[in-house]
């Protein structure tokens, strides 16, 4: 119940932060890089969302889950504390990343493995 619980909430969580993303203006250069970002990172809340369904099932992909939390989060606090100019409200996205890659982590640690 926890896995299914966390893998939904993230879901709805990230497609409620990234959809309004595709209506911010675009930087003058690398427009197509962070639409791209923005668009894997919704193709991961659906994944989120099957995992979610049976985690059971699925438990193999809460692995490639957690690294995708931490692929952004770690990396952007770690620039942050270095003194690199990250915006903190960024700042505070990569801190819940990282936080939901822990609750990705710990349920994978919770559910079975399908027999």
């Given at each position: 119940?926890?896995?299914?619980?966390?893998?939904?909430?993230?879901?709805?969580?990230?497609?409620?932060?990234?959809?309004p993303?595709?209506?911010?203006?675009?930087?003058?250069?690398?427009?197509?890089?962070?639409?791209?970002?923005v668009?894997?990172?919704?193709?991961f809340?659906?994944?989120?969302?099957?995992?979610?369904?049976?985690?059971?099932?699925?438990?193999?992909?809460?692995?490639?889950?957690?690294?995708?939390?931490?692929v952004?989060?770690?990396?952007?606090?770690?620039?942050?504390?270095?003194?690199?100019?990250?915006?903190?409200?960024?700042?505070?996205f990569?801190?819940?990343?990282?936080?939901?890659?822990?609750?990705?982590?710990?349920?994978?640690?919770?559910?079975?493995?399908?027999?």
């Amino acid at each position: 119940m926890f896995a299914a619980r966390m893998f939904r909430w993230a879901a709805i969580y990230g497609a409620v932060v990234l959809l309004p993303l595709y209506l911010t203006p675009l930087p003058p250069l690398g427009g197509e890089t962070f639409l791209g970002f923005v668009g894997l990172a919704l193709v991961f809340q659906a994944v989120f969302w099957i995992i979610g369904s049976e985690p059971v099932k699925y438990r193999a992909l809460m692995l490639p889950a957690v690294a995708e939390k931490v692929v952004f989060g770690l990396p952007t606090v770690a620039l942050a504390l270095r003194g690199y100019p990250v915006q903190p409200p960024v700042v505070v996205f990569a801190g819940i990343d990282l936080a939901l890659g822990l609750g990705f982590y710990l349920a994978w640690r919770r559910t079975p493995a399908a027999p």
